[in-house]
């Protein structure tokens, strides 16, 4: 399984590396699949069919063994928060455990993507999954576009699948609908079944429940990726939903569409950033800062935002990030903009496991930066056994601070937050709370 042991290498070990002790640098996201189709942005029609990739080949049972032994190694060796919650022998023991149950059973890609999604998930690092952005077009056909989407979006509320819209005109569904089962699975059992496989740091559960809810932003929601893995389906593409009123209802279901990965997405809309004005507000949406590959000058469109509600003399801004689990630091320009004198920035210490990754690991890892591969004089000592304290540039030192940038946005600012913030978004909302600069509302982060 090659392509799936690329995309985990590259979650585990950059992701992990340069993220999970420090929130500072921040893998390739989770991000936004591509808005296509005319239902709604990142869906298709049941009718209509994904592009058809060849099938990948059944993996052999020496081809498991020698991926999950690299896998094995690889988080071993330099996954920094693998000590954290789970330790180094149960990660053993957990990929052992996976590695033997595929062996002994006829094995499918979407087994071997499940089990990954069970071994990661234990080890509690919100950077660390089977990411599909990473998977090759193969895979993606194999788990990612035969799975079936629910065609409403809903949150988990208290335990309970709650509607918050539909996402096509002929489904009978209201908001606040509470449903009790789909496809004959009860929902109180399909979210027992799903936990396990939900990425988050440590005991975020509040995330894990974010995440495994579906909403309409066309963001890769892990429900429609894993039930069809998890719990019976209908084949032919209907959803049967059973509703806590006694109403049975069958709908059409709807067919993810692949994500575009960062670099593809280039422009704001993709990115899920918008600036809207109603009667002196303004309302500024960014879904996603995983902009490492990307060639869009964000800057300079939000430069021209901020601009724009200086020009027109909004009296207010919401800033929504609700949706956003970080990436690179777009929040230092928004505060730039918001300030009229230095921000002193918290200094997080961030700590990796290696200073140079081994030869023998080299060629099955993926990174947007090679520079990961080794952090030369970077990597410098540290208290931490088996660590060290990760040093490329002012950031991480004492002293560091956001200047102002052009004309200051005066008005009052609100931040909403979720807690599906997490990484850059996180550390944006504590600076926006320390130095005071506007309010945040909405959930715990």
Same mark, same amino acid.
């Given at each position: 399984?090659?392509?799936?042991?690329?995309?985990?290498?590259?979650?585990?070990?950059?992701?992990?590396?340069?993220?999970?002790?420090?929130?500072?640098?921040?893998?390739?996201?989770?991000?936004?699949?591509?808005?296509?189709?005319?239902?709604?942005?990142?869906?298709?029609?049941?009718?209509?069919?994904?592009?058809?990739?060849?099938?990948?080949?059944?993996?052999?049972?020496?081809?498991?063994?020698?991926?999950?032994?690299?896998?094995?190694?690889?988080?071993?060796?330099?996954?920094?928060?693998?000590?954290?919650?789970?330790?180094?022998?149960?990660?053993?023991?957990?990929?052992? &455990?996976?590695?033997?149950?595929?062996?002994?059973?006829?094995?499918?890609?979407?087994?071997?993507?499940?089990? $990954?999604?069970?071994?990661?998930?234990?080890?509690?690092?919100?950077?660390?999954?089977?990411?599909?952005?990473?998977?090759?077009?193969?895979?993606?056909?194999?788990?990612?576009?035969?799975?079936? #989407?629910?065609?409403?979006?809903?949150?988990?509320?208290?335990?309970?699948?709650?509607?918050?819209?539909?996402?096509?005109?002929?489904?009978?569904?209201?908001?606040? +609908?509470?449903?009790?089962?789909? +496809?004959g699975v009860a929902t109180t059992i399909l979210l027992r079944r799903l936990m396990p496989l939900a990425r988050a740091d440590g005991s975020n559960d509040a995330k894990r429940l974010a995440l495994l809810g579906v909403d309409d932003q066309g963001s890769p929601n892990p429900f429609d990726i894993y039930r069809p893995l998890i719990a019976a389906h209908d084949p032919a593409r209907r959803i049967l939903v059973s509703l806590v009123d006694g109403r049975t209802l069958d709908m059409p279901s709807l067919v993810r569409l692949p994500r575009a990965r960062g670099a593809d997405r280039n422009d704001a809309q993709s990115n899920g950033w918008s600036l809207a004005l109603s009667e002196g507000i303004g309302t500024l949406r960014m879904d996603n800062w995983g902009l490492y590959d990307s060639t869009w000058d964000w800057k300079a469109w939000l430069d021209a935002a901020f601009d724009r509600l200086i020009e027109e003399?909004?009296?207010?801004?919401?800033?929504?990030?609700?949706?956003?689990?970080?990436?690179?630091?777009?929040?230092?320009?928004?505060? #730039?903009?918001?300030?009229?004198?230095?921000?002193?920035?918290?200094?997080?210490?961030?700590?990796?496991?290696?200073?140079?990754?081994? +030869?023998? $690991?080299?060629?099955? $890892? +993926?990174?947007?930066?090679?520079?990961?591969?080794?952090?030369?004089?970077?990597?410098?000592?540290? &208290?931490?056994?088996?660590?060290?304290?990760?040093?490329?540039?002012?950031?991480?030192?004492?002293?560091?601070?956001?200047?102002?940038?052009?004309?200051?946005?005066?008005?009052?600012?609100?931040? $909403?937050?979720?807690?599906?913030?997490?990484?850059?978004?996180?550390?944006?909302?504590?600076?926006?709370?320390?130095?005071?600069?506007?309010?945040?509302?909405?959930?715990?982060?």
């Amino acid at each position: 399984m090659p392509g799936l042991l690329r995309g985990m290498a590259r979650t585990a070990v950059i992701a992990g590396t340069a993220t999970a002790a420090s929130n500072r640098v921040s893998r390739r996201q989770a991000e936004r699949w591509a808005e296509q189709g005319q239902v709604q942005p990142g869906y298709l029609e049941p009718t209509q069919a994904a592009p058809a990739a060849p099938a990948p080949a059944p993996p052999t049972v020496a081809a498991i063994k020698r991926d999950f032994a690299i896998l094995s190694e690889a988080y071993d060796r330099l996954h920094p928060g693998l000590d954290r919650y789970t330790g180094r022998d149960r990660f053993r023991d957990l990929v052992q &455990s996976e590695s033997v149950r595929l062996v002994n059973s006829p094995a499918t890609v979407r087994d071997q993507f499940l089990s $990954l999604a069970r071994i990661t998930a234990a080890v509690r690092c919100g950077h660390t999954y089977p990411n599909p952005a990473n998977q090759s077009k193969a895979t993606l056909a194999q788990v990612v576009d035969t799975s079936v #989407a629910v065609p409403f979006t809903f949150r988990w509320i208290e335990g309970r699948m709650v509607v918050t819209s539909t996402l096509r005109p002929d489904v009978p569904l209201r908001r606040g +609908d509470i449903i009790t089962a789909v +496809d004959g699975v009860a929902t109180t059992i399909l979210l027992r079944r799903l936990m396990p496989l939900a990425r988050a740091d440590g005991s975020n559960d509040a995330k894990r429940l974010a995440l495994l809810g579906v909403d309409d932003q066309g963001s890769p929601n892990p429900f429609d990726i894993y039930r069809p893995l998890i719990a019976a389906h209908d084949p032919a593409r209907r959803i049967l939903v059973s509703l806590v009123d006694g109403r049975t209802l069958d709908m059409p279901s709807l067919v993810r569409l692949p994500r575009a990965r960062g670099a593809d997405r280039n422009d704001a809309q993709s990115n899920g950033w918008s600036l809207a004005l109603s009667e002196g507000i303004g309302t500024l949406r960014m879904d996603n800062w995983g902009l490492y590959d990307s060639t869009w000058d964000w800057k300079a469109w939000l430069d021209a935002a901020f601009d724009r509600l200086i020009e027109e003399k909004i009296q207010g801004l919401v800033i929504d990030i609700r949706a956003n689990e970080g990436g690179i630091d777009c929040g230092d320009a928004v505060l #730039a903009r918001l300030i009229d004198r230095p921000l002193p920035q918290a200094v997080m210490e961030r700590h990796v496991r290696y200073k140079k990754i081994p +030869d023998a $690991l080299r060629p099955v $890892l +993926d990174t947007w930066d090679r520079s990961f591969d080794d952090w030369g004089d970077a990597a410098q000592r540290s &208290s931490r056994e088996g660590m060290y304290r990760l040093v490329r540039g002012d950031f991480d030192l004492p002293g560091a601070k956001i200047e102002p940038v052009g004309k200051r946005f005066t008005g009052k600012v609100a931040v $909403l937050v979720g807690p599906t913030c997490s990484s850059a978004t996180f550390q944006f909302a504590e600076t926006v709370k320390r130095s005071g600069v506007a309010v945040l509302v909405g959930e715990p982060t």
